[in-house]
């Protein structure tokens, strides 16, 4: 693809060699003359200028260049998602039920649907079209996958759970399985039925190894456009909104209620019955005490989580820690002379 023909698909403007072919995306540091890369920053300036990029993806405050050929936009990392699927695009995948895969009675499968080697499809489940469900993939009774969602190879999704349209499930995923809730009554526990569903919206991605349980009663949901990365558990009775973003290993306990357009750091934990506010940042390793509220737009670090202001002020003065004891012990000494001298 010529640089002029990938700026008018990105709707760009361009500078310097319209005609320059273009066959791939590569890193500053390892692409050549008929690559694509990007500079997302002053920062990486003096690195885009060394490299050997046949073009570079810039922002449009980025300096006027004198030789290189550059395509002007306003959000440069969105720009080169872009690039990328049009340099990799997705393989097709045949539809088709593979001889291995086994499906329930009244299973209704859409238009163009892909079911791979030894999957399985419950009784009355019910598939969208051009759905890809992998390798080794356990669709429960019941269950609904909207349109044009993929389920990479061994997804477990439990007896009724509805995911929508375009949802992407990564390997290993859990959807449906019962929360952790008992009771204690006569010295042991017994277990306190898990009856409730999972209802993923449009849009959502599940990294590898999560964990969405059922609720109790009622529902358990993420909203649309969620992305939740690996190893992220969610436990029953949350509520997530929409366009959410969780980094791995994070977990929220029951009954946690996040709001639109959170964002919520790698190793997070969320006590019962917590509230984040719509906007609300929160800190990679931070823990948020049951109950408490995080308000809306407020950005919180730290076990407690507390406001970030605070939390740097409070991590100064532990560093102070050692400069303090000296002070102290000096004093001590200087009070220990003066005790003396006033004894004599």
């Known amino acids: 693809m010529r640089v002029k023909e990938l700026a008018d698909w990105l709707g760009a403007p361009f500078e310097g060699d319209g005609e320059r072919d273009i066959t791939g995306v590569a890193a500053l540091e390892s692409a050549g003359e008929r690559h694509l890369s990007f500079a997302g920053s002053r920062k990486t300036l003096e690195q885009a200028e060394a490299s050997a990029a046949g073009c570079l993806l810039v922002p449009l405050d980025y300096p006027k260049p004198t030789h290189r050929t550059v395509i002007r936009v306003a959000n440069v990392r969105g720009a080169i998602a872009k690039a990328i699927s049009r340099f990799h695009p997705d393989l097709p995948v045949p539809p088709g039920v593979h001889s291995t895969a086994s499906l329930g009675e009244d299973v209704v499968l859409g238009e163009g649907v892909s079911i791979g080697p030894h999957a399985s499809l419950g009784d009355g489940a019910r598939i969208g079209s051009w759905v890809r469900i992998g390798a080794g993939c356990a669709v429960g009774r019941r269950a609904a996958i909207g349109d044009r969602s993929v389920l990479h190879p061994r997804v477990t999704l439990y007896d009724g759970v509805q995911i929508g349209r375009h949802v992407i499930l990564h390997s290993g995923c859990v959807i449906g399985a019962d929360g952790f809730g008992f009771v204690l009554e006569g010295g042991r526990y017994h277990k306190f039925p898990q009856v409730g ?136 000494r200087q009070i220990e002379e003066l005790q003396r001298s006033v004894s004599q």
């Open 197 to 332: 569903r999972v209802e993923i919206a449009d849009g959502v991605e599940i990294g590898a190894n999560s964990c969405v349980d059922r609720a109790a009663l009622g529902v358990t949901s993420i909203g649309e456009g969620c992305k939740l990365d690996n190893l992220v558990h969610v436990a029953h009775n949350c509520r997530i909104g929409k366009h959410v973003v969780v980094a791995a290993q994070t977990g929220f306990s029951g009954g946690v209620v996040v709001e639109d357009y959170a964002v919520i750091g790698g190793q997070v934990g969320i006590g019962d019955k917590a509230r984040i506010e719509s906007g609300a940042v929160l800190g990679s390793g931070c823990g948020v005490l049951t109950s408490k509220i995080v308000r809306a737009g407020q950005v919180v670090w730290g076990t407690p989580a507390r406001p970030l202001k605070e939390h740097l002020e409070q991590l100064a003065n532990l560093a102070r820690l050692p400069e303090l004891r000296r002070e102290v012990a000096q004093l001590r």
